[in-house]
């Protein structure tokens, strides 16, 4: 049966659009929320509300599909580029937000040892460096924690016996300030982002029917 050369095109196009849609199928924003306390203060460059026993709070942001641009099956390496991406930490008398592209980035190793380290550069601050980070490293020395480099979405705080974090900045003149403690929280929630491509389908779909195209 022959087909008109508008349907033809117009389907053509709706295919692509649909596939699209399929590729958004799986896709999450996720959220860590995390908590802390200060176990060491190195440098004197900070005004003193950040000491031994000091609480923090943090929040990662984060796309669930970045790629793994790693080549080794035991090491994932993911950098975070596009929107929803971002950071933020609140410590003492300072806060610190990464809300530009390619602030954050993650490592995931799986071999003797399970390590998992996510890290953010800071782009706004009230911190006394001129580049100031924050890092997240879960250890697990037993290489029970992970099953695969893959980046884990819900991390279980308590498979973990060594999670550290560890704020850190480098000040005018080379000299450094970093404050060193554990993670005594973490708590994860992914929500689905929307497949936009399958609304665009649905349109063409209407737009086939109001145009009376048929095969």
Not at 94 to 120: K, M, P
Not at 147 to 162: G, H, K, M, R, Y
Not at 177 to 190: D, K, P, V
Not at 193 to 202: M, N
């Amino acid at each position: 049966m022959a087909f008109k050369p508008s349907f033809i095109g117009l389907a053509a196009v709706l295919g692509t659009i649909l596939s699209l849609s399929n590729a958004d199928a799986g896709a999450f924003e996720v959220t860590f929320t995390l908590t802390g306390t200060v176990d060491q203060v190195t440098g004197d460059a900070l005004d003193g509300s950040i000491v031994a026993g000091t609480a923090f709070t943090a929040t990662y942001v984060f796309e669930s599909t970045a790629l793994d641009i790693a080549s080794a099956p035991e090491v994932g390496n993911y950098l975070f580029t596009v929107p929803p991406n971002s950071f933020s930490l609140t410590i003492g008398n300072y806060f610190l937000r990464a809300v530009s592209g390619g602030s954050l980035a993650a490592i995931v190793t799986n071999a003797d040892q399970d390590v998992f380290t996510f890290s953010a550069t800071g782009d706004e601050s009230n911190l006394p460096g001129i580049t100031n980070g924050f890092n997240l490293t879960l250890t697990d020395t037993t290489g029970l924690a992970l099953t695969s480099d893959a980046l884990p979405l819900a991390p279980v705080l308590s498979a973990f016996d060594e999670p550290r974090f560890v704020l850190s900045g480098v000040l005018p003149g080379g000299s450094a300030y970093s404050a060193i403690g554990t993670i005594t929280s973490l708590a994860s929630t992914a929500v689905p982002e929307p497949a936009t491509g399958s609304g665009i389908g649905l349109l063409a779909l209407m737009f086939l029917r109001r145009k009376g195209i048929r095969p």
